[in-house]
């Protein structure tokens, strides 16, 4: 008697991710995997309020012990420091917001996004989610020599053996010369 195995049915994505906040005197580009639940339902990156990518990057990059209020202020933030912010999933299956329950994910383009913003000479993926998910996508992209990419540390929540003086000086290591 033969068995035939049945195929998985892969998971319709209901994830999208959010459009990138660039300019083109970006140097540094910030990679998330996909927002999550309370981020996508805001439609801003890094929205859910126990997040440390805020806070960490107004300690970092301005000095500051509160990020800005308003999420456009966040964005200029970054900007004005010539960093983009971006996701290296554009497309996936999540119930919920754990990258560990990600499925059937789909890549961003990166080959041209870079193209469109040459200044780009830095990626720093936030955890490692974002990091594998770059690397799957993206072979052409990592032995560039002019790119350097960087795992860093998770500013999730879900990321609590960090602590936020340990993010700062992780993040610190490869934003604060940059920025």
């Known amino acids: 008697m033969f068995h ?6 892969l998971p319709e994505p209901n994830c999208f991710g959010l459009a990138p906040s660039v300019d083109g005197d970006c140097e540094v ?7 999550g639940v309370a981020s996508l339902s805001a439609q801003q990156y890094y929205a859910f309020p126990s997040n ?3 806070p ?4 970092l990059l301005e000095r500051k012990a509160e990020p800005p209020a308003q999420y456009e202020e966040r964005l200029r933030m970054l900007l004005r ?9 554009a497309s996936c299956y999540r119930p919920g917001s754990l990258d560990s329950a990600i499925e059937n994910e789909k890549g961003n383009d990166f080959t041209e996004f870079l193209r469109r913003y040459p200044h780009i000479h830095t990626i720093c993926c936030n955890g490692g989610k974002s990091y594998a998910c770059f690397k799957r996508w993206n072979k052409n992209l990592l032995s560039r ?4 990419i960087h795992k860093m540390p998770s500013t999730s929540p879900a990321n609590a053996r960090w602590r936020m003086p340990d993010l700062l000086k992780a993040w610190g290591e490869v934003i604060s010369p940059l920025a």
């Open 52 to 54: 440390r990518f805020w």
């Open 145 to 148: 020599p002019d790119l350097e």
């Open 29 to 35: 580009l910030v990679l998330g995997s996909m927002p």
């Open 4 to 9: 035939v195995k049945q195929r998985k049915e």
């Open 56 to 59: 960490m990057m107004a300690q």
């Open 81 to 89: 420091h010539r960093i983009a912010l971006w996701d290296a999933i």
